[in-house]
């Protein structure tokens, strides 16, 4: 006998009426996370009529409890739309449409919800192309006395086990869509400006040898440099 899931079934009627893929990248991340510990329906700020319309009527948050360092928070419905011109840089017609996934302790759950909806709306509010090495300053941090005023986009190797594989779990190569899920860190001015003088790559690099020594995903931590 299966179990039904209300929210699954919302999110394949969007499928076969709007050809909204949140669905795919639903069952996708069922079948890389396991089922969700919690899910977070989405937030508008105060005085928006709501959510943006490229993104998924039903866009949420799916958090994953995998471990007692941080919890794997990952956005669905983000990918309703291709990202702005990515049709032409990608020479693809389908484009490029992202999820996003966060790495924080759930006493920051309410904060990490609101920015990465704001991260879901944020390309199609400014028409911009974003996608791995972007970089977005937030003004002020996620919490209180952080000293990470930036996200930085990159690809989830930490979570995806096939990255390098010719199928990796945060993407999806369908027929009608390409989803691609992008990892957001949030990085000091330091370590922003070391981006900016050495470059994407021995950026990435140095994140590696970092995270090899300790994975620090607390939204307190300090600047590497």
């Not at 000091?188 to 994975?215: C, D, I, M, P, W």
Request: proline letters at 8%; aromatic letters at 12%; hydrophobic letters at 35%.
């Amino acid at each position: 006998m299966s179990i039904v899931d209300p929210y699954r079934e919302q999110l394949s009627q969007r499928w076969d009426r709007e050809a909204d893929p949140a669905v795919l990248y639903y069952d996708r991340l069922l079948r890389w996370k396991g089922t969700p510990t919690f899910r977070f329906g989405a937030r508008p700020k105060q005085g928006a009529e709501g959510i943006h319309s490229a993104i998924s009527a039903h866009f949420s948050i799916c958090v994953f409890q995998q471990n007692p360092l941080f919890d794997v928070f990952c956005t669905v419905g983000a990918s309703r739309s291709p990202i702005p011109r990515s049709t032409i840089t990608s020479k693809d017609p389908r484009g490029i449409r992202h999820e996003y996934l966060m790495h924080a302790s759930n006493v920051y759950a309410e904060a990490v919800c609101e920015i990465l909806l704001m991260i879901a709306e944020h390309p199609h509010i400014h028409n911009l192309e974003i996608g791995a090495g972007f970089v977005m300053p937030i003004g002020e941090p996620i919490v209180p006395n952080s000293a990470l005023e930036y996200l930085y986009f990159t690809y989830p190797f930490l979570d995806d086990p096939h990255i390098y594989d010719p199928n990796p779990a945060g993407e999806i190569d369908h027929p009608q869509t390409y989803i691609q899920t992008l990892w957001i860190l949030p990085i000091s001015k330091a370590e922003r400006q070391y981006l900016r003088t050495n470059g994407v790559e021995a950026f990435e690099a140095f994140l590696h040898e970092q995270h090899s020594q300790r994975y620090d995903s607390d939204l307190l931590r300090r600047s590497l440099i």
